[in-house]
């Protein structure tokens, strides 16, 4: 982001009535609603203002600024609004603030102006919490003059900078301004003539390399900065042919003029001792220097530099996007140019290019064309038809993610990917990504770009019919678990699992956790057996539960196999009991239970109807005696292994039945059990006592 104005733009400027705190469909409502407010809109442009103030809308007493704003208008690209006038879609690249004057306001209007920037109007509609407190969160250019920042300002991760001229009284010694982390450059060349000029009063370096360039001295200086690292961090004294002292206080050290009298202020850097750092040249440093180094790039001229450090950074007045570089011919260094002015620039042993709106490590990013990645290269000015030599290669291309679209072609075999401002395309076959300058897109998962979206409803039964052709739907699951064809009751997709059913129409494809489904290319898939109809009951695994069944036709679902679990029926034979080693629960009157690989009728479970007697089914716990007795006719013990393996015989007492391992001699106790179950046979008890 870059900031030129009178005025900061701070955090509470977010908490403005007409700020699209919400999102801007919220903020249309508003104005709607309020006769003080009123809008205009284009394609290129909104504004939202206010067209009467308060009746207490005088500034206090002793304020010399306007208390209200009057207009802020937002400027971008393919600007969209739904019937009631609200912005829903498109991109804002720039925004102007305006405050205005009222009856007891004086001074000049502030006012700023905020460029380059590349904010999606839907994205700030569906996650304006998010969106507004990550906004710094990147290279910030700041430059205030003749007025002030107005409140405290974090400028959050980045490498930013912030520049001062002239700020108004008003704010003088009072603010606080955090550069967050990053490498980070303040500066504020204000030459204190008198009351009319003021300092933010405190300054925040953070994680990071930091320059700092100030005027120590006058009536209210920048008084204290913090989190100065002597390894990292830099101050340079603007004052003419003057020098500086220094000298342990309580807590840090403090800096004044060399000619100061007593009354004139000092600069507080806490947390450091003065055997920590140096003066020289007007520079305030650490004792044994950084090793780091900062050059400006200076537009008009052809500058040969050289790195001399481990972090050289060679910083730009301008967006990544707006130059081009490649090795210099001896391959030792590189030559960097703006594309309007063609200016050249060599350096060498250079590790960072800092632009507006990014930082650049030369090592990842040895020219523009993109970062170091294998696969192939688009040709700008030709459409190429490119069959990947094995699945999954990656096409790269010179330019930003938002200037290209891509979608399946029309026989679904491949990816047609174009730019939108030119239109060229190219055809792949075979390929898994695109990798573009700012991201990566992911043609497994995203096949189609700006592909609108449905989030399936959890455990809901629904009919969904897209708004476009593009649309997918997306399930917080894995494929496997679901299956999908043609809807037999009328049309579009019907897509279920164990538990629910969605009928889809219209849409392009389902994309789950794991993978993306084609519906066009892929119209039928699985064997999940469908639960169409049903209804259905979840298990709650936290809890026992003690459930009766409303209909009889309920089924109770367990989100595991059936392995995973033993059953049988109620004492009285009236219900079924599910147990696994974490619970259990006891059911009346359902239907059925169902696992995730089978389903099983509780008439079954209490031998009605089949002409099966009642009885229960353990498993076996290896290397674990068991104690069990039966509790009908029909009682099985089920063991995960050959009958081989096993010895078995009537207990001493012959009241009982008694089953071992022949390896690990491990053994259960069976009482009233009839049968044994191996992974190869069936053993009756009755026939081997």
Known sequence: MKIDGSVGFYETVLDWVLWPQNGFVALQKLVSATEAYASSSSDTELSVWVIKYPEDATPPEGETYPMWVDRVTFKGEGLEYDENGALIAGKITEFFWFYGGHDGANGPIPSFAAKDLDWDVAKVNEEAGRFWPEIFDGNDQFNYWESSLGADVNLGIGDDSLEITDPMFRYGGGVSVDMGAGDDFFRDTTIFTGWTTGHPGKLILGEGFDDVEMRLGGPYPLSEIEDFNPEQDRIRFLNDNEAFVFRQVEGGVEVKRAQADETEGALFIPGISSDEIKIENGYLTGINGRDYSRHVNDADVTQHLHGTTSKDVFVLDGKRDDYRWHATDDDKGIVIWDVKTETPDLLYDFEVLRFNDVSLQLSEWPTSEGPAVEGIRDIADQTQYLQADEWGETFIIDGKMSDY???????????????????????????????????????????????????????????????????????????????????????????????????????????????????????????????????????????????????????????????????????????VVVWNKDGFDILMDFKAIRFNDDTITTNEIRGIDDGNVSGVKIKDIANETQYLHGEGDKDQFIIDGNAEDYAWGATRDETGFVVWNRETKVHDILTDFEEVVFNDQVLVVEDVI
């Open 405 to 575: 679209q891509w979608a399946p072609t029309q026989d679904r075999t491949g990816t047609v990917v174009w730019n939108v401002k030119t239109g060229k395309h190219d055809i792949l076959t075979d390929f898994a990504w695109i990798n573009f300058n700012d991201g990566k897109a992911d043609l497994v998962q995203y096949p189609r770009s700006n592909a609108p979206t449905t989030e399936d409803q959890v455990d809901k039964d629904e009919i969904i019919k897209a708004d476009n052709h593009r649309e997918v739907f997306e399930i917080d699951g894995y494929r496997d678990d679901y299956s999908w064809g043609p809807n037999p009751d009328g049309e579009g997709i019907a897509i279920w699992n164990g538990s629910n059913i969605d009928i889809l129409i219209g849409f392009d494809g389902v994309r789950f956790l794991d993978s993306y489904a084609d519906l066009r290319a892929l119209p039928q898939w699985g064997d999940v057996p469908r639960p169409n109809g049903e209804i259905l009951i979840k298990d709650d695994p936290t809890d026992n539960q003690y459930l009766r069944g409303e209909t009889g036709e309920e089924i109770f679902v367990f989100d595991g196999n059936k392995g995973d679990y033993n059953w049988g029926p109620t004492r009285d034979g009236k219900g």
